[in-house]
Every structure is written in C-alpha cells, then in structure tokens.
C-alpha cells in the first residue's frame, strides 16, 4: 500500500524514518527510539510524576509505534503522533491510579536508593543557588500540578516540547482558539501561584 | 484597546501566536501602559521560571530493555500481521497470486460452460419430435435462405427440389 505523495507530512523526516521501518528496516525504528525516547520519558514524568511509572509507560509508547508500523499512514508529524500516544497512556495511567497525589518534596526511589528529583546543575553552583534552584523547582512543578489536566498539558508540550498551537491542538484533538483558551488561563494561574518570585 | 483586552491577550501575545493587526495594536498600546508592561513582564519572568523543571534521564540501557519486552509480549495476531505485513507485497506472492486468481477464473468459467452444455443436450432430448427435427435442421433453414441469391443453383434444379421438399 503506497503513500499518496502528495500527503504533506512527507516533509517530516521521521515520518520517513518511520516508513523506512515499515518496509522492515529496523535501524530506522531505533534511531527514531534514541531521538524521541528521553522527551517522551520526561513528558510522561512531569505528568504522572512517578519515575517507575514514566518508565514504564515510556516502554509501553514505543511498543505500540512498534506494532503500529504494518499499519502506519501517516496523518500527523510523527512528533505529534507519538506525544499524542504518551498523553492518552499518561493520563490512562493517572486514571487508574485514582489521581493520587504525590508529594513533589520526595525524591524519586530507584532500585531502593533515593536519587535527586534533578541532575545537579553542571554549572557548578553555589550550595545556597542549588537551594534556591531546588526551591524554584518545586514552586514550578506545584503550581503546573495545579493546573486542571488539559491546561498542565498544553503547558508542557508548549513549554517543554516547543509544540506549535496547531500541534498541541491535534494533540488534545481540539481547536487552535481552545489552545489559545487553554494557555492563556493556565498563564495567568502561573503567574499568580509564582507571583512571589515573579514580582518586578 | 483598553487595558483589560491587552492582558487578556498578553500570553498568545507572547508566543508571538497573535494575527498582525491585534499584536501591532498590543505594541502600540504597551508603549504608551505603564501597568501592561509591568504584567507582561511577570508574565514573561514566570514563563523563565517553567525552565527551573529540567529534564531527567531515564534509565540506562532502555533500547535493550524495550527489545527484551518486545520479544516476551508479541500476541501471535501481532507476529502474524507484522510477518505477512513484510511478506505480502513481494512481486514473487503478487506474481503467485495473480496466476492463482486466473486458473481460478478460467477454471469457473470452463465447468460453467460444460455445466450449460449438459443441460442443453438434457433439454433437446425431451423435446417432442418435431420441434426436435427443426432444431437439428436449423442450419438448413439458415442456408436456403442464403441459396435463392445463387443463380447457378437454379440452373442445377436445386431449388426446385427444396421447394418441393418444403412444401
């Protein structure tokens, strides 16, 4: 079955990874993996915010790009495509897990050892910067945890994946105006909940 | 633009998301509003403070392990779709299924044909006799038509023989 080659996302160059793959080449699967694994990861955690879980999902994605690809048509840029599979397997995983909170002040548990929420800044700071960034980071991740669901994910495909409106809306499968909607209100609840670190 | 409109739109403003004409309106009116300048800059200086969230890495070796749970959860169905998905358009199988849908073709068409010629011979032997004598003579009636336009049978008295025997 051929691709009409007027089909616009032609252009992305994962997609035609992506279809190289399909004709069984499995190197392009793989290199599509190494490209895309550590942004899927990390969107999934800020979603879900349990590193276990994040990992697992991430593995969860990949197989289903993986059995997708007899089948794969391309309909979307391939970016879109797999955050879209990420987001409906996050928020899946948050459902089942009854939207229990997690405490955004415990670190992460690996294998039994606590490991820093972060990798130490390689800049080299202070003890009393690495504070304050630690602080920071845990102001942010509260107040974008606070967000109602849709707004936290236009949040982070915005801020974190530099999605275009036009991507974030085929991501939520909603409009570009609702994207508009949704980033403005979760702007201004941002500003207000940083307001103290934000003042001028 | 009043105030209220120009802060209600400052963050699509800020991902630079807005049509022409209402972003200019928006600069003009930040040049000459002390308190939108003020709000788009907290705007701005939260939107920075998103970047204090920085990306983990995930475990090590996660291409390894993803290969490893592949090969362990593939259902059957899947193993089967992906192996005919590889195979199923080679021009060999293309080839092979070609000539299988023609000897299929003809060969419906054959043992229908045969089909239709037992029953022809079935029907003719429960014809009455006379109707009988006139399908087996078909080809004659057909002929003598085509006869009285030769002249050379005239000469021969052929036609006046066939018209004897007609009648």
């Known amino acids: 079955m051929s691709i009409p080659s007027d089909n616009p996302y032609l252009s992305d160059p994962d997609v035609l990874l992506m279809l190289e793959y399909q004709k069984g080449d499995k190197p392009s699967f793989e290199a599509l993996m190494r490209k895309y694994y550590v942004r899927v990861f990390n969107f999934i955690l800020r979603i879900v915010q349990r590193r276990d879980a994040a990992e697992d999902l991430t593995q969860e994605v990949f197989i289903k790009v993986y059995h997708a690809g007899s089948a794969y048509r391309p309909q979307a840029k391939f970016q879109t495509w797999v955050f879209t599979i990420a987001k409906n397997l996050a928020l899946n995983e948050l459902r089942r897990a009854g939207k229990t909170p997690v405490s955004l002040d415990a670190h992460f548990e690996y294998d039994g050892d606590e490991i820093p929420q972060q990798f130490e800044d390689k800049n080299s700071l202070s003890a009393d910067e690495k504070l304050v960034q630690k602080e920071t980071a845990r102001m942010v991740k509260d107040a974008v945890q606070s967000l109602p669901e849709s707004q936290r994910i236009a949040i982070i495909l915005r801020r974190y994946e530099d999605f275009s409106y036009a991507e974030i809306a085929e991501s939520l499968s909603c409009s570009v105006e609702a994207v508009k909607s949704l980033l403005s209100r979760a702007k201004e609840t941002l500003k207000k909940r940083l307001a103290e670190y934000v003042k001028i | 633009m009043n105030c209220q409109d120009v802060q209600n739109l400052l963050p699509v403003f800020l991902d630079n998301e807005l049509p022409e004409d209402q972003k200019q309106d928006i600069q003009v009116h930040l040049t000459g509003c002390n308190a939108c300048r003020l709000e788009l800059q907290e705007y701005k200086r939260s939107w920075q403070m998103l970047e204090s969230w920085t990306d983990v890495e995930p475990e090590a070796g996660y291409i390894g392990r993803f290969w490893a749970e592949l090969s362990g959860r593939t259902p059957w169905p899947i193993k089967v779709r992906i192996w005919f998905g590889q195979r199923v358009f080679t021009p060999q199988l293309i080839a092979a299924t070609v000539v299988a849908v023609v000897f299929v ?29 006139v399908v087996d003579n078909l080809e004659f009636v057909s002929d003598y038509e085509l006869l009285e336009d030769l002249d050379v049978l005239e000469d021969m008295e052929v036609l006046e023989t066939l018209e004897e025997i007609e009648s």
Do not use: D, H, M
């Not at chain 2, 229908?112 to 011979?121: A, L």
């Open chain 2, 105 to 133: 073709v003809v060969g419906f068409l054959s043992v229908r044909n045969y089909v239709q010629i037992q029953e022809t011979e079935i029907l003719l032997t429960k014809l009455p006799a006379e109707e009988a004598e």
